[in-house]
């Protein structure tokens, strides 16, 4: 039932109670029925019409109520998708933050990186000031007998030329020694992972040094040591990068100061490099 049906039955109950009031006053006081029927029937019209009014503005109030009620039933919805939209933007800034946050650890970690790899370069690079002062020395040594040092520089030159092309010969040597490197593993697990052939000798001094230099097409390198510290021809010397083995490299031609070695191995997952240390003995 509508709010102007309720009102109307209201206002009919209400009349209706005035109705038989009037009657009943009426008929106990006996007065004139017509006279008084129709001071009362004026005065029920001006109620009807008062009550009428009344209903006309109440159902003017119950519209405009039920149109506000729409409103906010309309603003209600708005700002429900409003705030769906913003949860949403909060949930995108929050994702993006969240990225941001994990590129800026990121980066963080790569600055971090880099500068270990500054530091470790650094630390090379006074490695290799401290190398330079020595050649420098042993250049200045070598100028105070200028004629000597140019000859010998020269046949050093020959003789590296002609290890150059017995290197380069010894390469399809090489092929046959790679072959036989699955047996020759397995003879190394039998020692328990010592690699390399044994010292022929107990006796003899080691001789320690440095890989000058590596030519991988050749398989061969230059080692730091020659005639004067002792090297001879079929040395072997086991080369490794701070305790750990790289591999095992012979002496194939000697100098004063300088010899020309191949690699005869090369541990699983290594290379021989630059600046690598080698020595006779095996550790």
Excluded at 114 to 140: F, M, P, S, W, Y
Excluded at 146 to 157: D, F, L, P, Y
Excluded at 191 to 215: N, Q
Excluded at 242 to 252: A, F, H, N, P
Aim: hydrophobic letters at 40%; aromatic letters at 4%; charged letters at 30%.
């Amino acid at each position: 039932m509508s709010a102007l049906a309720k009102v109307f039955v209201v206002l009919n109950l209400l009349l209706s109670l005035l109705f038989f009031g009037t009657s009943a006053t009426l008929f106990l006081t006996r007065r004139n029925l017509k006279v008084e029927s129709i001071s009362y029937k004026n005065q029920l019209t001006e109620a009807r019409t008062a009550f009428e009014n009344r209903a006309e503005k109440l159902t003017a109030v119950i519209s405009a109520q039920d149109k506000a009620l729409l409103n906010l039933q309309n603003s209600e919805k708005n700002a429900t998708v409003a705030l769906l939209k913003e949860k949403e933007a909060v949930k995108t800034q929050t994702a993006r933050a969240d990225k941001a946050e994990t590129e800026r650890a990121r980066q963080v970690q790569l600055a971090e990186s880099h500068l270990n790899l500054a530091n470790t370069r650094e630390q090379r690079i006074q490695e290799l000031t401290g190398q330079l002062q020595a050649a420098v020395d042993k250049r200045d040594e070598a100028m105070a007998a200028s004629a000597q040092a140019i000859a010998e520089r020269n046949r050093m030159a020959r003789d590296l030329e002609q290890a150059n092309t017995e290197l380069h010969l010894t390469k399809v040597a090489l092929v046959d020694i790679e072959t036989k490197n699955k047996t020759y593993q397995l003879e190394l697990a039998a020692y328990k992972g010592h690699f390399g052939d044994i010292p022929p000798s107990t006796t003899r001094e080691s001789i320690d040094a440095l890989i000058e230099a590596v030519d991988e097409s050749l398989q061969a390198v230059v080692l730091s040591v020659g005639e004067d510290q002792g090297v001879k021809e079929g040395d072997d010397f086991y080369v490794y990068r701070d305790d750990q083995y790289v591999g095992r490299v012979r002496v194939s031609k000697t100098y004063r100061d300088l010899s020309g070695a191949k690699i005869v191995l090369e541990a699983d997952g290594a290379k021989i490099r630059s600046g690598d240390r080698a020595t006779t003995k095996l550790n």
